[in-house]
């Protein structure tokens, strides 16, 4: 199976920062990487798929980059609605495997 | 509008089974790969299961194959998750989910609220 691994775990931030997170696939997944934002209580939500694609309504301060086994997904000014947990998921192979989440936290 | 709706949770005892369901609503569900995927209480999300359009092709984690099935009745614009020897670390809340466009399996543009399965004695 393929191992996605985030970093960082958690990251304590302030509204307006500029917000990088890293995802890192056991073996090469070509472009197919999708992050999802899941907010406290709710159902996970689609922000950018293959990599670098972003979803329909999704604000374009959202971005994502990468390809084979390193991924970035950014947030370049930080809104206090992003608080959130962000997920990378490998969607090249089955089994599908989600990474392990990285928690925005406000500073 | 597309709607997905589980139901079917609640408590369970370690080793009996529990079928899931999920109406959909708002486009055509016969067109659309479908999925599961469960989040463990205050823990990361996991993918369970996905079937093709027609059903024939079904995909599993080795962490529930054999055990649990996935399955659909386009008619019903229903999907299904029949759960056998329950384990407690299947205890999560399940989630249905489609992807953005017919013909594919992701990414998952489309989520229900969820339906909480707690497997306890």
Redesign the interface.
């Known amino acids: 199976d393929i191992v996605m691994t985030q970093s960082p775990t958690s990251m304590s931030i302030s509204v307006g920062d500029r917000v990088t997170m890293n995802c890192k696939a056991s073996q090469n997944v070509g472009s197919n990487v999708d992050w999802y934002q899941q907010k406290t209580g709710q159902s996970p939500k689609l922000l950018i798929y293959k990599a670098s694609n972003r979803y329909t309504g999704v604000p374009d301060r959202f971005t994502g980059s990468g390809s084979g086994t390193d991924f970035t997904f950014t947030i370049s000014n930080m809104q206090a609605e992003d608080l959130a947990v962000y997920y990378c998921m490998q969607s090249n192979s089955y089994p599908r495997t989600f990474g392990g989440g990285t928690k925005l936290e406000l500073k | 509008e597309v709607q997905l709706v589980e139901s079917g949770g609640g408590l369970v005892q370690p080793g009996r089974s529990l079928k899931l369901s999920c109406a959909a609503s708002g486009f055509t569900f016969s067109n659309y790969y479908m999925a599961w995927?469960r989040q463990a209480p205050k823990k990361?999300?996991?993918?369970v299961a996905?079937i093709s359009t027609s059903g024939s092709r079904t995909?599993?984690?080795?962490s529930v194959k054999g055990r649990f099935t996935i399955s659909r009745d386009n008619a019903k614009s229903s999907l299904y998750l029949q759960m056998n020897s329950l384990k407690s670390e299947d205890t999560a809340t399940y989630?249905c989910a489609r992807p953005?466009i017919a013909a594919i399996?992701?990414?998952?543009?489309y989520?229900?609220?969820?339906t909480l399965v707690t497997v306890s004695s």
């Open positions: 995927v990361g999300l996991e993918w996905t995909y599993y984690p080795d989630y953005t399996s992701t990414p998952f543009a989520w229900g609220q969820g």
